[in-house]
């Protein structure tokens, strides 16, 4: 905060519009000299409203706009939705809708930590391996394309299962994605991690260790980096992520290097289970149930690990054919707030290291306003 | 058309540069535009990071509040000629969030647009089209066309609206104040002891009364339950009361407490709890904002997302009929309007 200390320093504003910020939010930065002293997050670019747009239509309507929070990972919030409303009408959904909304789940986890090694790149000043992330991103979004019908909204894990039963070829071209994938994000890892100034600018910077990181409000990769091996489709699987053999990659320091080795062993680890999981999706097997009109009265809790951390999404009816109330974790505010405050604290962050550390914690502006 | 311009008019189609402000979701189809998928460098399109070397701007889908006012500082930075095309729905119609408080619903009651792509969202190859389109139209325009131009009762609208919600605040307390609340609510304190458990999930519900809340969290921190997750909140007018839920969580086992309790609705207040779990800080300032609740003991609450966004009335309470509003001020009272 702005107390005595800092009133001596320049306020900068860093962002909205600056390349080097993760989206539509902005900064306030005290400086001393080319040193940060204190960061204050300037949100609200991106408010929408949706709690209370949500409250105002129809449960099958929200299936649409319920995922909109995240743009860069929406499926894992179009899971946690499905999944919240399956809970509360008490819907135990066919096993074939599972395994496809689990396969769709790290596709969507996939696609974004391709678009966070772009920006990540960017930020580096290594476009190569940003044009290529891109690239490689476009096969899962052409994936998406031929089994949902569009790129980037999917709105394909319906309460009650999918909404439409997968193509004849499902397996065939499940499987070539997967390969084409990790060829290319090979390629893309090669070239990042081993480059000399990804390493200078990444190894020991923006440290945050384990313990820290649990009392800030850390969850997903950036907490795995820092050496805590806490993933809830592990913790608490839900889906069928109970049957399939996978890791959780970790860190050890806790840097912005640990967290982009981190994000690429997800990768690896989420092609693992799509190859599992494409082997128990069955021809002719049912894949939905309807659901009805209205809704008794009830909660519904879903827990989802999302490409950025915990998803909890809360579901409330009285009854009628909207909900009363919809409420959901934030993952990106704790990344934009509480750590990127105790890095600051702790090490010396020039304005140049600002964007690569705030990149490498990979936040989501839009879920911070919804 | 003469010689000289025709020249002019061919290199102008041929650097069009566009200010680096994605501000919306339809920004997230732009990377394949950018990079090598579709590669707009063939049209000398380009992003520049500052608005006084650019030629356009691309309004990339809904427009919040906050961000329309940055768009407009933008627009006035820009040299002649400047260029706005807009792609998404939102930008037309309002689109999807036809009923939000924090969006303006056209961006054509702010500027000129020269150009528009439909679609939720539009695929890079629409914004593709739209570009190559738009690169053949500059062509034939006039040398001493300025392009498209801001509106100039722009800010005067804005500033108008925000009148209208800073005034609709302001009776909303006022008629608050004026009525009588009974709080008619069924509650008791069960702390320690769980009230209901979800085994697939590992979830623990448990009540405690509103004063006791920041005891009851100091304990459960202590007992391991280190990562809050989120405050959540659910207003019932019928009974008088907002309920709130503290969730917290135990990393590694997953498991998580929901430690309910209540204010009353006409005085929500309640012991803020920022200097436990530092996350708090900021997720009680969202609460304050978005369901009108006060937090003792914040050292600075205070509008954080709303600011430039909503002057109203929390917008989560029940009792606030933001549809009804948005109809009212910016369909013209009717409905299907848009």
Known sequence: ?370 | MGLLEDFVAWARSKSMWLVHYCAACGAIEFPPVVTSVLDWERYGYMPVPTPRQSDLYAGMGYLTKKSLKVVLRLLEQMPNPKWVVAGCNCTATGGLYWDSYATYKRLDEFMQVEGWVPGCMPTSDDWFALLTYFYNKVKERPVNDKGSRKLSDAWEKIRKWEEMEREWAEEYWESLKKTEIKVNYQFEEKFPECVERNESLKLCLTTVEAGRIREALKKLYDEGYTLINNINTVDLPKNGVIEVYYIVEKPLEGDQVWVKTYVPRKEAEIDSIHDIYSLAYYIELETHEKMGIKFRGHPNLRKWILEGNWEGPPPLRKDVDIPKWVIKVHYGGYAYGR
Not at chain 1, 157 to 171: N, T
Not at chain 1, 322 to 335: A, C, E, H, M, Q
């Open chain 1, 1 to 370: 905060m702005a107390g005595e200390s800092v009133s001596k320093s320049l306020m900068l504003y860093f962002g909205p519009q600056h390349p080097g910020a993760p989206g539509n939010v902005a900064y306030k930065l005290w400086l001393d000299g080319e040193r940060v002293i204190d960061a204050e997050l300037v949100p609200g670019f991106l408010l929408r409203g949706f709690e209370m747009m949500m409250e105002n239509r129809a449960w099958e309507m929200n299936i649409v706009i319920g995922y909109r929070f995240c743009v860069e990972d929406p499926d894992s919030l179009e899971l946690g939705y499905a999944e919240a409303v399956d809970r509360l009408l008490k819907y135990d959904i066919p096993e074939k809708a599972k395994w496809v909304r689990m396969i769709q789940h790290e596709f969507g986890r996939i696609a974004s930590h391709l678009f966070w090694a772009n920006h990540m790149s960017g930020s580096v000043g290594l476009r190569t391996t940003g044009f290529w992330s891109i690239a490689a991103r476009e096969e899962v979004l052409k994936w998406f394309y031929k089994v949902v019908g569009h790129r980037i909204y999917h709105s394909f894990s319906v309460p009650g299962g999918i909404r439409w039963d997968v193509p004849k070829d499902f397996k065939e071209l499940t499987l070539k994605t997967a390969d084409k994938i990790e060829e290319l994000v090979k390629d893309i890892e090669a070239a990042l991690l081993k480059n000399s100034v990804f390493k200078a600018r990444t190894k020991g910077v923006g440290v945050i260790k384990g313990e820290d990181a649990i009392k800030l409000g850390i969850t997903g990769p950036s907490l795995r980096a820092a050496g805590v091996s806490y993933d809830i489709r592990k913790a608490v699987p839900y889906e069928n992520y109970d049957k399939v053999k996978f890791d959780i990659p970790t860190g050890e320091n806790g840097d912005s290097y640990d967290r982009a080795v981190v994000r690429f062993k997800e990768i690896h680890q989420s092609l693992r289970i799509i190859r599992q999981a494409v082997e128990e999706v069955k021809p002719g097997d049912p894949w939905r149930i309807k659901l009805p009109l209205t809704v008794p009265p009830g909660t519904g809790i879903a827990r989802v690990e999302a490409a950025r951390g915990e998803y909890m999404i809360h579901v409330v009816s009285q009854g009628g054919r909207k909900p009363y109330r919809v409420r959901l974790r934030s993952v990106s505010l704790p990344l934009m707030t509480t750590a990127i405050k105790h890095v600051i604290k702790n090490e010396e962050v020039t304005i140049a290291d600002f964007p690569v550390i705030l990149g490498s914690l990979d936040p989501c502006a839009p879920d911070i306003d919804r």
